[in-house]
């Protein structure tokens, strides 16, 4: 997921996440988006799993909690990061949270 910038003349505009404003606009009431998106949840749920858990084997994070457990939490700050950077991206500086998100998972 990332954000995509587009220029129009002197002016970028930041259209966002294409999966993030389909969930938003869609999801709730579109079956076949709902479909598409919880397919695409579940691949890259079970790849960050399949992730934390070797860095929680290498003691590269935390391991005090599971490695499901950290990738919901991941999932949900990147889902909220994106729609926080999107609609307050003057006021929240991206960066430091994505390094208080890593200070979160390093182990403990």
């Known amino acids: 997921m990332s954000n995509v910038v587009f220029m129009r ?3 970028s505009m ?10 938003v606009e869609l999801g709730r009431d579109d079956a076949q988006v709902r479909g598409l998106l919880e ?5 890259m749920s079970r ?6 858990e070797q860095a929680q084997q290498q003691s590269q994070v935390r391991s005090d ?12 700050f ?16 991206t960066e430091e949270m994505v390094e208080a998100a890593l200070q979160m998972v390093a182990p403990v």
């Open 14 to 23: 930041q259209r966002g996440c294409m999966a993030m404003n389909s969930a």
């Open 9 to 11: 003349g002197d002016q």
């Open 47 to 52: 790849l960050l799993i399949e992730i934390i």
């Open 78 to 93: 990147v889902a909220g990061l994106l729609g926080t950077s999107k609609m307050l991206r003057d006021t929240v500086d």
């Open 39 to 43: 397919s695409q949840h579940s691949r």
């Open 65 to 76: 909690l599971s490695a499901e457990k950290l990738a919901k939490t991941l999932f949900v």
